[in-house]
Nanobody
């Protein structure tokens, strides 16, 4: 397994931007598909975006298409999420996760970070 730690969360006004980063430990990072999930208070943890091991395939949920961009740097063992045009409904704890398969299903992800809070004020 890889160990994951997120950073970059914070409080921003609606319309603003943030860049979340996830640092992974271990030499096998490049063999994992990666994803960002988010969980708002009282709601389930939902997928935001995922990326395959090479970075050539990505998937986004409809609500973030055109605003969020997932990317990875296998040389630096990092995966990032650029978030633009933030909306109050984007407020949530954002989690980085790793899977041995390119998946959108939470149960396929075997490693999770502790999360980073994103709060968007209106």
């Amino acid at each position: 397994q890889v160990q994951l730690v997120e950073s970059g969360g914070g409080t921003v006004q609606a319309g603003g931007s943030l860049r979340l980063s996830c640092a992974a430990s271990g030499r096998t990072f490049r063999s994992y598909a990666m994803a960002w999930f988010r969980q708002a208070p009282g709601k389930e943890r939902d997928l935001v975006a995922c990326i395959d091991w090479s970075g050539s395939s990505t998937h986004y949920v409809n609500s973030v298409k055109g605003r969020f961009t997932i990317s990875r740097d296998n040389a630096k063992n990092t995966v990032s999420l650029q978030i633009n045009s933030l909306k109050p409904e984007d407020t949530a704890v954002y989690y980085c996760a790793a899977s041995r398969v390119f998946s959108t299903t939470p149960r396929d992800f075997e490693s999770w970070g502790p999360g980073t809070q994103v709060t968007v004020s209106s």
